[in-house]
């Protein structure tokens, strides 16, 4: 199994800054690689797939790069709606996938 | 507009089965691969079961597999989740999701709000 690992688990920005979350696999995915954001309460949204492409209507400031093992999340200026949860899956495999743990977005 | 509306959640005792639903509309069910992802309180996500649009192809997460089936039913527009041999760590909000892919690798568009599952004596 692929295992999904994000760094780091939790993150204290505050608005305007520029925030990256890094999640790394146990294996090679090439670029099967997806992010979503989490609010509470409410079930994820996809914001990145196929490791940087931007979903459809997910604002520009959100960015992804890397392939292979490594890969990032950018969010390049934090606007006050942006503090969630981020989880990055892996769809290497054609019906199994799995997520990292999640990095929470916190207010400083 | 797509939706995805879970239902079949509750108390279960240890031990006892569930038998979880998701009714998907605004799209052509069976054109895509649906899933079951849950999330127990507090926690991550985690990802249980997916079908293939045939139902040819199945795959689960070793946590589940041998206790819990995933089926669907493209004339009602369902996906189904039994859930057998219930444990406490099963408790969780369950949600369906839907695929969506192109040559890039597929991924989750759409996400049901969840129907939430506790295992408790």
């Known amino acids: 199994d692929i295992q999904m690992t994000q760094s780091p688990s939790s993150l204290s920005a505050s608005v305007g800054d520029r925030v990256t979350i890094t999640c790394r696999a146990s294996?090679?995915?090439?670029?099967?690689l997806n992010w979503y954001q989490q609010k509470p309460g409410k079930a994820p949204k996809l914001l990145i797939y196929?490791?940087?492409s931007l979903q459809s209507g997910v604002p520009s400031r959100f960015s992804g790069s890397g392939s292979g093992t490594d890969f990032t999340l950018t969010i390049s200026s934090l606007q006050p709606e942006d503090f969630a949860t981020y989880y990055c899956?892996?769809?290497?495999?054609?019906?199994?996938?799995?997520f990292g743990q999640g990095t929470k977005l916190e207010i400083k | 507009e797509v939706q995805l509306v879970e239902s079949g959640g509750g108390l279960v005792q240890p031990g006892r089965s569930l038998r979880l639903s998701c009714a998907a509309s605004?799209?052509?069910?069976?054109?895509?691969?649906m899933h079951w992802v849950r999330q127990a309180p507090g926690k991550g996500l985690e990802w249980v079961s997916g079908?293939?649009?045939?139902?040819?192809?199945?795959g689960y997460a070793d946590s589940v597999k041998g206790r819990f089936t995933i089926s669907r039913d493209n004339a009602k527009n369902s996906l189904y989740l039994q859930m057998n041999s219930l444990r406490a760590e099963d408790t969780a909000l369950y949600y369906c999701?839907?695929?969506?892919?192109?040559?890039?690798?597929?991924?989750?568009?759409?996400w049901g709000q969840g129907t939430l599952v506790t295992v408790s004596s």
């Open positions: 999701a839907k695929v969506s892919w192109n040559s890039k690798g597929w991924y989750f568009d759409y």
């Open positions: 605004g799209f052509t069910f069976d054109d895509y691969a």
């Open positions: 079908i293939s649009w045939n139902s040819g192809s199945i």
């Open positions: 294996q090679s995915i090439s670029s099967y």
């Open positions: 196929a490791a940087s």
């Open positions: 899956q892996q769809s290497y495999s054609t019906l199994m996938c799995s």
